[in-house]
């Protein structure tokens, strides 16, 4: 008898989101979209492609992968790019090969960090991926289309997770709460739902900690997650005060204060598409025509920061709040919609009417529109409203100087 075999499994620890792992697509939370679809269709059917799923840590590639190898009874092997070589993938080969032969099982080859793989590695896995030998599954957090070359993906499904929303992580920590008999005040389970930020390991990890004492109370959660809860809530008047204090600094041109919300915002674990939208809506709203740029790169560094994520994307962002606080500001553009907005009454005129089909000039329609590249300037005065109106009124501020010369050398001489 090996000294370890009178060890009881049972007193082994492992930890509890390990312990709680779904193993049917019935216990699965989240992803319901693509469940419902035609890849859960092929997993209930038990013929599945080979696959990579891309994702933020914590969204569930790793159960879903072991789900899949469940439901298909096939025999899982799992792998970490960054420890695994060839000769580990050719053991990996010879035994799924053993595996189909003598007992017409399936081998589904899981490799986490897929995207740590060299171009070597994964053109040894081509021939093997391609003839059925193995079922690949790799799972990463980086943009798959980036980081693994073109032949391994022409030869896999590539499916993105989408973090998990505050009712999946409160349903998972539910079911964790039911199997485990934990003692949780309701309110503390919202802030891990909430703090864990779609991230289903994080939140079980924090509910195992945050337990190990006892009851589990608002207040011991509070010293288990230390300061970083106490400074900013995503929720509570805190959330929308800073909001509005970002705003406001942009607005006002001081670019010390709104990198400072900024900073607040990110460092209380905001989500990075809410900031986004903020910079983006300050760029058009507050700066509109008098820097055209600002929401060029407004709406160029919110692509940018969900394309790198956290932390580097705290350097894009920066760059364009600093931009917008600087720039020269006019809300002229944001007025005149709401002025437009407010009367829209009033039929088109008819030399500006559709007269692409046939019959239309026998309505009027068209008749004696003026082209403007048939006129000097490429401009010819004629009516376009239905009703004499102004609702944009240019200020003299940045670039909107000249827009606003322009129209007046245009249609006030």
Known sequence: MDLFDSINDDKIYQPLAERLRPKTLEDFAGQEKILRGALGKMIAQGQTPSLIFFGEPGTGKTTLAKIIANTTASNFVKVNAALSGISELRG??????????????????????????????????????????????????????FEVNAALLSRVKIVRLEKLTIDDIKRILCRAIDAEGFDVE?????????????????????????????????????????????????HGDNHYDTASAFIKSMRGSDADAAIFYLAKMIDGGEDLTFIERRIVICAAEDVGNADPQALILANAAAQAAQFVGLPEARIILAQAVTYIAAAPKSNASYLAIDKALADTQGDVPKHLRDTHYKGAKAFGHGVGYKYPHDFDNHFVRQQYLPKPAHYYEPTTQGYEATIKKRLESLWQN
């Open 92 to 145: 990996i080969v010879k035994e799924a090969q053993d595996q189909r032969k003598f007992y017409r099982k399936q081998t589904i080859l899981f490799i986490d960090e897929i995207h740590r793989f060299n171009k070597g590695q994964q053109d040894f896995l081509l021939p093997y991926v391609e003839d059925g030998r193995i079922t690949l599954i790799g799972a990463t957090t980086e943009n798959p289309f």
């Open 186 to 234: 309701a309110e503390a389970l919202e802030i891990i739902a909430d703090f864990a930020d779609g991230d289903a390991r994080m939140a079980l990890n924090l509910l195992e900690q945050a337990t190990f004492a006892g009851k589990m109370t608002v207040e011991a959660l509070r010293d288990l997650l230390g300061e970083r809860i106490r400074r900013y809530d995503k």
